[in-house]
């Protein structure tokens, strides 16, 4: 059975059809990366997975229970985790707070207990030692690593990363991608919009081609890389060289 179940999506803006019937499934524990021109929707569907955009039509479910039906969005939320370009961190917290925010306030959980595993995720990001420090006093990709746990913070049960290095200086992908990579191998279920073609390669055990609002191509990276069906997709990997 499929964790996440996109059925028939349809996202509109005014009369502008922006996602035109995107169905997609995305079993426990499987990356999907997202690749496309800028436009084609990939960032409005990621918002509409985590309930950000209300959208026109189709449904998404999750442990097949309909979102905003069966489950509600408040609780979905806190399911389905985002991490976004501009890391959307709280300038006036510290990175402790930042973090432990979500799962206080919105989950009412227990505040030794989230503190102990958010040390623990720290840890395993290597910012141990920026525990008390705050955004302005952090590089961006060190803001992005934090932003990641934030999110795991919340025991979700899907992540989603939309452009997570696109504002970062170069020498600072790197370190953000080696974190989703071991995100990968620990068996966390993703949904990935990146235009990193080697991390792609590297991190999916599928690819969804979109383009217009619609998913062109769903195929294994090894046969998109080097054999993309539609002349769409040629044409885009073109642009990247690859
Ligand atoms: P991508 O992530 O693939 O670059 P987006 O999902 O950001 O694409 O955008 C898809 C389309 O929806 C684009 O044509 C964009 O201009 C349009 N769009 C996105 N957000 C809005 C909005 N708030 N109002 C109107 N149009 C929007």
């Known amino acids: 059975m499929s964790l996440l179940k996109i059925d028939n999506l349809v996202k509109k803006y005014d009369d502008t059809e922006v996602l035109k019937n995107v169905s997609l499934e995305v079993s426990k524990g499987e990356v999907i990366v997202v690749l496309g021109p800028s436009g084609c929707g990939k960032s409005t569907l990621l918002r509409c997975i985590n309930g950000l955009e209300e959208f026109s039509g189709g449904k998404i479910s999750l442990d097949d229970k309909e979102l905003g039906k069966d489950l509600s969005w408040r609780n979905a939320r806190g399911k389905i985790g985002m991490v976004f370009q501009s890391y959307e961190l709280f300038p006036h917290l510290n990175v402790i707070d930042n973090i432990l925010l979500g799962p206080i306030k919105s989950q009412k959980r227990d505040k030794d207990e989230v503190l102990k595993e958010a040390l623990k995720l720290l840890k395993r990001v290597n910012l141990s030692d920026k525990e008390l420090a705050f955004p302005r006093q952090l590089s961006g990709g060190q803001k992005q690593r934090i932003a990641i746990v934030r999110a795991l913070c919340l025991n979700p049960e899907i992540m989603l990363f939309d452009e997570v290095t696109a504002a970062l200086d170069p020498e600072m992908v790197r370190e953000v991608l080696d974190v989703i990579l071991e995100l990968a191998k620990s068996g966390m279920t993703m949904v990935i919009v990146t235009h990193e073609m080697n991390f792609a390669k590297e991190v999916a055990d599928k690819i969804v081609f979109m383009d217009e609002g619609e998913i062109k ?26």
Do not use: D, W
């Open 217 to 242: 191509e769903i195929s294994n990276p090894k046969e998109f890389f080097e054999n993309p069906k539609s002349e769409r997709a040629k044409s885009f990997l073109n642009i990247f060289k690859y």
